[in-house]
């Protein structure tokens, strides 16, 4: 197996068992076994649990968040960058689904790594912001969205319409959270004209 392959195919079981059991539960021998590889190919990877940890962290959650990060662009529309951070909402959660079933396990693990990782998503949710608000005044230049909104509340508001309809999906076990994010925030842009 590639040297890339086998460190992917630790991090995914790792992962799996973080959020089926948390961290704490988790043992490196457990995830050796459920890897199937030996632990000197483990350790070769991993210095130990935790750097096994921060790669699973890195892996499946903090990329994503990063995805929606780029600069503020001048011609940049509200729709583009909303499509393409649903689409990278989208991509972290089909990253979940590929080692485990359970809906809730994104944010049950997402809660028990914010303390770690909160200065790192607080910096990616500004550059969102930013980047959604730059999108917002690029619309109301081209008369696509009426002056009498502000693009910082345009911005929150669209937040939190992702992660809120995220969360209601989740909790309502329904698997469409992106289909209902672009539903909702389509029917919102509409009402911004």
Known sequence: ?????????????AFSLFMER???SASLADIVKASG??????YHHFRDKQELHDAAIEHFFLRFFGAGTSAPSPDESLAAVLDDLVA???RLL???ATVTPDQNAYYRFL???LPKVRVTLQE???ATRARLTQAARNDQNAGLLAMAHKPEDVADQC???IEGTGLLATLEGRTDAPDAMRRMLGGYRASLQ
């Open 1 to 13: 197996m590639p040297m890339k392959e086998t460190r992917d195919t630790i991090i995914e079981h």
């Open 111 to 113: 809660f028990s790594i």
């Open 124 to 126: 990616a949710i500004a």
């Open 37 to 42: 590889l030996s632990k000197g190919a483990v």
């Open 159 to 161: 937040l939190a319409m």
């Open 22 to 24: 948390g961290y704490d």
């Open 94 to 96: 089909l990253s979940v």
């Open 88 to 90: 990278g909402y989208e």
